[in-house]
């Protein structure tokens, strides 16, 4: 065999590997598109029906130690899923399903250490709460006295599904269902169907669930 058919084998081992990569990538990205599809079904399935439900989980909320947010409403949901161009195919970027835990209390709470400020901005802002500041500072030195938090003490909710075309494979990134808190679950694409939702519907309406014991890996990150 001389040279140059040694190199023909070479090319056409490379041209057999690249067709299989090819033909595995278009796999993965119709299981994938096949799960944001099912889910994204299932959210405006979904959706209508808890708003009318209006449930209230047994969940409660801790904006600090001594103010729990308890008996929230569960309510306002929507459905979004936006678009994009991968691999020269339209394809999803994300399905997503928003709504509200309503208590109808306005609050104020008032921190005076820069540390206790700083974590009860960041909870505030995890919870999508945009509240009121009055920043109160001695007349005389101009020392920070304290900072007064007014605001309507409703915390948003959301599970958003984002997909990976190229690996098959789908993350599910729930926030403040349970607590003040991010939750990233990681999942087959080929595993999201029907049973699966249910679990995390289950989730969601505050009744015990296994959604997070079929994810291959879960991250929590508190607020």
Not at 54 to 79: K, N
Not at 119 to 135: C, N, W, Y
Not at 158 to 185: C, Y
Request: proline share 5%; net charge neutral.
């Amino acid at each position: 065999m001389g040279f140059l058919d040694d190199l023909k084998r070479q090319a056409d081992a490379l041209k057999t590997q690249q067709t299989l990569d090819t033909a595995a990538l278009a796999r993965n990205a119709a299981l994938t598109e096949a799960a944001c599809k099912a889910t994204f079904a299932y959210f405006l399935e979904l959706a209508p029906n808890l708003n009318v439900l209006q449930l209230r989980p047994p969940v409660r909320f801790s904006l600090d130690s001594r103010t729990p947010l308890e008996g929230l409403v569960r309510g306002d949901f929507r459905v979004d899923a936006r678009r994009k161009q991968h691999r020269g195919q339209d394809v999803h970027d994300h399905v997503v399903i928003h709504g509200r835990q309503t208590s109808g209390r306005t609050l104020v709470m008032t921190k005076d250490f820069p540390p206790e400020i700083e974590r009860l901005e960041s909870r505030l802002r995890h919870a999508g709460i945009t509240p009121t500041t009055q920043v109160r500072r001695d007349p005389e030195n101009n020392r920070l006295l304290n900072v007064e938090f007014r605001f309507v003490a409703d915390v948003l909710l959301s599970v958003k599904l984002l997909p990976d075309h190229d690996q098959g494979r789908v993350r599910f990134r729930i926030l403040n269902l349970d607590t003040l808190e991010t939750v990233d679950a990681d999942f087959p694409a080929a595993a999201v169907g029907a049973p699966l939702l249910d679990e995390l519907a289950r989730w969601l309406t505050g009744q015990p669930h296994q959604f997070l014991a079929q994810a291959e890996q879960v991250k929590r990150v508190e607020a």
